[in-house]
């Protein structure tokens, strides 16, 4: 059964820093979301992308995150310029229409 | 705006008992779809059933159905034979016009054995 894919499974990296987080969404799904959860929290909603653009971002979307789709298969989330605050699981979903399927996360810490 | 409200921070079940996972939600929209999620300690997020809100069946999937009350707007998961592997945290999470999911606080289900 295809499944959402996300790499790295854990990232540390040092405050000020740029990340890129990774993911490969199953292949016929047109629309991508990527969500965090901050420790023992409820997931937040961060960016939907649809037809090579975003179609809706949160508040917590501001501009030191970006996300891309390079080629046909990968779907990546930048976090410029990383703060404490930052570290939380990041999550990427992909979606035919009305359906979700998440990935396994990506556990970010900021140090 | 949605929103989502479990207000059972945490339960237990007795191995092969039936659980009931409370969810009320909010939104303005008319076309919506209610979700389930189980993330066990691991981390990561399993789907477990989709309930659009023109259903008019109750959805199920195996040992899992969703107990849809639309004017009451509920949306509570039952868990059927609860099994000790099903112990985890379950999150609702309700679908906006413009996709994205909108997760409630969560329940912790621990099954005893």
């Known amino acids: 059964e295809p499944e959402v894919t996300q790499t790295p499974s854990h990232q540390v990296t040092q405050m000020g820093q740029e990340v890129i987080l990774r993911c490969v969404p199953i292949?016929?799904?047109?629309?991508f979301y990527w969500y965090r959860q901050i420790l023992g929290q409820k997931v937040e909603f961060l960016v939907s992308?649809?037809?090579?653009?975003?179609?809706?971002k949160s508040e917590i979307f501001d501009d030191q995150f970006s996300v891309e789709r390079p080629d046909g298969s990968n779907f990546t989330l930048k976090i410029r310029s990383t703060k404490l605050e930052d570290s939380a699981m990041y999550f990427c979903?992909?979606?035919?229409?009305?359906?979700?399927?998440f990935g396994p996360g990506t556990r970010l810490t900021v140090l | 705006a949605q929103k989502i409200t479990q207000t059972q921070p945490g339960m237990f079940v007795q191995e092969k008992e039936a659980v009931t996972l409370d969810c009320t939600y909010d939104?303005?929209?008319?076309?919506?779809?209610l979700f389930w999620y189980k993330q066990p300690s691991s981390g990561e997020m399993i789907f477990l059933i989709y309930?659009?809100?023109?259903?008019?069946q109750n959805a199920t999937e195996g040992r899992y159905s969703l107990n849809f009350q639309k004017a009451r707007k509920s949306a509570n998961l039952v868990i059927s034979a609860s099994q000790l592997g099903d112990s985890a945290m379950y999150f609702c999470?309700?679908?906006?016009?413009?996709?994205?999911?909108?997760f409630g606080a969560g329940t912790t289900v621990t099954v005893r054995a």
């Open positions: 979903a992909s979606g035919p229409q009305y359906e979700q399927f």
């Open positions: 292949s016929n799904h047109l629309y």
């Open positions: 992308f649809y037809n090579n653009e975003i179609s809706e």
């Open positions: 939104t303005s929209d008319q076309s919506y779809g």
């Open positions: 309930q659009g809100s023109y259903d008019e």
């Open positions: 999470a309700i679908r906006s016009n413009d996709y994205k999911l909108s």
